[in-house]
């Protein structure tokens, strides 16, 4: 049976996540230090090199948006450096786990991120309902300053970065980048327009990086340890680690760090297996903006390319498994009632859109004649969604649809029995 790799998560438990010292003698902050010894661009050719991809959902690289967000607008007095901690992501509590029980090694990621791009402020967005996270961040960012890890002339380097905690007040939505800048500046959690992208145009107009607290996690180790011992695990195109959350119909629901590139059926042993005598019958990877998969999938390398090669999504690492007793109909209206939950209503196709998928999908489960044609209508609605909705919210309905439509037709036809 595989066994967890814990690169990220290899001081969990074992240290105490309030104490800067216990963290530093566990080898924290030295690869900050570094960092700070080396020019901004090679911290960025390193992490390029590393081939580290934001672990938010898209996978975009992240040395790739560090040199846009560098090279931007050369003239702006201000650059930063913002936390994405929001978690919204139904199934996906990876963040959370870093920021309880290692705190700084995202802090320090976010650190050497600024001195990447010189910026010289940034924001940690937290989830507000991570009381814990939060705790922990604010004790983390507090013992940095008295470190002289933040602040002015961050280890004699000359360099200063100053940041602050911003706590998000329960909306899916603010999780999205450019809304999550909207939120910042304090205005309602409604997106932007993109492009500008915030790497030319973010916080207060400014250049702006943001990054996931997976992916600052992993730029931790990748300076600590460099590019060639973080290629060692994961694939060629999806190097390093992932922690996938998985819940659902598995003996040890949890959370698992794991080399990209493992299997769906090797993750499920890992949780020990189905739970009692229930068979697989499906997977949601990627939370309610992900795919469905079916047992045909069960041996794919879980890497950012091949999924998405094979119609899929790795997203936040979030797996949900589905036995045959599972009603798959069941689960689809579901993510189709958050979707018209979380819509902010701004434009008319998502937030017109969501509520009548959300009452299609319910006629799926009870009386339509035709369901057949219901479930193409369906589709059609969403992929029109897909083109015309202002943000990527209104893109999202269209995933588990297709995917529940492309591997459990018979049961949302209502052929099977549910
Ligand atoms: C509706 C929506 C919600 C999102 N929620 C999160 C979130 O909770 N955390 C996160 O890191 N990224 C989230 N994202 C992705 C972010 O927009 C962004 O791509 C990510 O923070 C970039 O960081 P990365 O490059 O490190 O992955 C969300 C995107 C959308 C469309
Ligand atoms: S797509 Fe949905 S969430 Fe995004 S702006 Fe339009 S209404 Fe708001």
Known sequence: MIKEERILLRNAGKINPMSIEDYIGAGGYRGLEKALGMEPVEVIDELLEAGLRGRGGAGFSTGMKQRFTSESCLRCPQRYVVVNADEGEPGTYKDRVIMEQDPHLYLEGTIIAAHAIRASKGYIYIRGEYQESIDKTRKAVNEAYKKGFLGKNILGSGFDFDIGIKLGAGSYLCGEELTMLESLEGKRGTPRIKPPF??????????????????????????????????????????????????????????????????????????????????????????????????????????????????????????????????????????????KHESCGKCIPCRAGTAHLEISARKLKSTANDKQKLLASMIRESELMAATSLCPLGQSPVLPLKSAARYFKDELYGILTE
């Open 198 to 339: 915030p790497a030319e145009k973010g916080v207060f107009n400014m250049p702006t990086l943001v990054n996931n607290v997976e992916t600052l996690a992993n730029a931790t180790r990748i300076l600590e340890k460099g590019r060639e011992w973080y290629r060692e695990t994961g694939t060629d195109t999806s190097p390093g680690t992932k922690i996938f959350t998985i819940s659902g119909q598995v003996n040890k629901p949890g959370y698992y760090e794991l080399p990209l590139g493992v299997s769906l059926r090797q993750l499920i042993e890992l949780a020990g297996g189905m739970r009692g005598n229930m068979q697989f019958k499906a997977a949601l990877l990627g939370g309610a903006a992900g795919t469905f998969v079916d047992a045909s999938m069960l041996d794919e390398e879980m890497s950012y390319d091949n999924l998405r090669d094979k119609g899929a999504t790795l997203g936040s690492g979030a797996v949900i498994v589905f036995s045959r007793e599972d009603s798959i109909t069941n689960t689809l209206v579901n993510c189709l009632r958050f979707f």
